[in-house]
């Protein structure tokens, strides 16, 4: 229990580094807001996790199987990633902004999640590397570990659209700009401290 616990933690904060990381599919959540309000943000990660659950299945399904040949080289790979991502993250953080929507929305905010992400080279990147690593290391103490992973990262995802969705509805005093800026530096040296660590266990 206490392994699932972990896991869940971890997933959650690895995937509220991603999810904070300005990229379409937040941009997908701040115009989404306009025409829907909060409500916005839990349907652009619904439409987020879709494309998620593809990938999930995939590798569940039986790339696993191929890609545990290579796991220490997804492993390496996957701790620089996540220090690469940290340096960026933290850098981008001191001039990161969190803009409210300007004109009229339109479209369906569950499809725009599921389309920005796809769409996004950074969505495969993560996944290939950093996401690919963290279920291979779940998959190997059993599928609920790996499970526990996803739904880590979804409570992060969730959460996060979620407050942002919420905060631009309610003319954004629940989340401020030095707020967004700090959270994002805090992730950003998570993640960096987190690929150390995946590079030890490599």
């Known amino acids: 229990m206490y392994e699932i616990a972990q896991m869940l933690a971890t997933a959650f904060a690895i995937g509220l580094t991603g999810a904070l990381a300005p990229g379409p599919t937040l941009l997908a959540t701040v115009n989404s807001s306009l ?16 494309v998620e659950v593809l990938i999930f299945l995939i590798i569940v399904g039986g790339l696993a ?10 492993s390496i790979v996957g701790g620089l990633a996540l220090i690469a991502f940290g340096v960026m993250t933290a850098i981008g953080s001191r001039r990161a902004v969190l803009k409210g929507p300007e004109g009229k929305a ?19 990147i993560w996944w290939l590397s950093v996401g690919s690593a963290f ?3 779940g998959l190997n103490s059993g599928l609920i570990m790996a499970a ?12 996060w659209y979620t407050l942002v969705s919420g905060s631009l509805d309610r003319g954004r005093s629940v989340l401020s700009q ?7 530096g805090i992730c950003g040296l ?3 401290c987190f690929g150390i660590y995946f590079l030890s266990q490599a």
Do not use: C
């Not at 030095?178 to 994002?184: K, M």
């Open 148 to 159: 526990a992973f996803i739904v880590g990262h979804w409570g992060a995802d969730f959460g």
């Open 106 to 124: 339109s479209g369906s905010a569950f499809l725009a999640g599921a389309v920005t992400s796809a769409a996004n080279p950074y969505f495969w």
């Open 65 to 74: 199987s191929v890609m545990q040949q290579y796991a220490r080289g997804i």
């Open 135 to 137: 279920l291979l290391t």
């Open 35 to 50: 025409q829907e309000g909060w409500r916005a943000g839990p349907k652009v990660a619904a439409g987020h996790a879709l």
């Open 190 to 192: 998570f993640l960096i």
């Open 178 to 184: 030095a707020s967004y800026r700090g959270i994002l």
